[in-house]
């Protein structure tokens, strides 16, 4: 079966659900037992039945269940936030004396979560530059537990070997994990590559409206049991109202997908040529470093990437009217975010220091590509 049929069906039984198109909410803290024997057995992990919605909820299975088959994976958890899943997978794994290899580009959070909690912890981390993916194995330790990565990178949108990065964690048995939000399961499947473990802001192209807070994390099921245990002590459960909305958005993740994708390369073209623009970061460009890379891993690529501005950032930004300033990504609507407000927003603790002031990052969302490219002239014209 085709995958944009599966999305639609997989995981739902309408049978149980009084023929209903969409998954029932159970809205409730607990469920009852009709006697003792069943009670226990749910208390030893049985499966067949739910004890707690924040271990587990039958509206929140059914959108697990979905992820799970999109990605090629065994298994997969949904959380309250992108950061919930994040925390959930470096906690389940490392602990004083133990080492981590993190990609030194990845999402900001994640680099700030390594640098206070982790290190507050006793855990020692590598920021592993891009450029240094391919001698991996150079900076591996004997206390390594953890390699984790991101493709492409965050806000300067590297492309990683993730082929060779889940073999260099296969030979040495280390689990290897990658943020798979920029492309969403739809044009890659980490799983397909050797990585053990994906992890999604599922709040961005996966939700898809601007209106929810979910994080993924899909992979080898023995690799999520640990991380369930600790998100569930974390109290890092999604509530199954949102987890109908995420199912809400998977319906239509496909089609978003490739319009978000179409319109970004089209503005990323047409930026490529204004004499405004220094560079363009954007992986599906032919002449992009990695964009061969990209090519052979990836079977789209989304709305998401950067540009240099020859100019004042904050004029720029501050003419625009459809693309909105704001942070995160992957929403309906078309977002703008200049790195150097970042930058002064998060003054020392600035985790990505190495972000050129000049870099201006564009969510691409679903409205017509011709006005959001006058929308950007507009920007242009008054520098």
Known sequence: MHRDTRIQHHGEDRERSLGSVGPPIYRTSLFTFPDCASFEKAFRGGRER????RVSNPTVRVLEEKLADLEGAEDAIALASGMG??????????????????????YAPTLSLARGLLRRMGVEVTFLPPEEVGDLERHLRPRTRLIYVESPASITFEVIDLEAVARVGRAKGIP?????????????????????????????????????????????????ERVRSTAILLGASLSPEDAFLAVRGL???PLRMQRHGESAFLLARQLLVHDRVAEVLHPA???????????RQFSGSSGLFSFRLRGDVRRFADALGIFRLGVSWGGFESLVLPS??????????????DIPPDLIRLSVGLEDPGDLWADLERGFAAL
């Open 85 to 106: 899943a994040i925390s959930a997978v470096l906690l389940a794994f490392l602990g004083s004396g133990d080492h981590l290899v993190l990609l030194s580009k990845a």
């Open 50 to 53: 739910h004890l707690y919605s």
């Open 285 to 295: 460009l032919p002449f992009f470093p990695g964009h061969a890379l990209w090519k």
């Open 176 to 224: 290897t994990i990658s943020d798979n939000s920029w492309a969403s399961p739809i044009f890659l499947q980490p799983a397909r590559l050797g990585i053990d473990m994906a992890v999604h802001s599922g709040t961005k192209y996966i939700g898809g409206h601007s209106d929810i807070l979910l994080g993924v994390a899909a992979g080898r099921r023995d690799l999520l």
């Open 340 to 353: 150097a407000l970042v930058a002064a927003g998060c003054a020392a603790d600035d985790p990505r220091p």
């Open 251 to 253: 319906r239509t993740l």
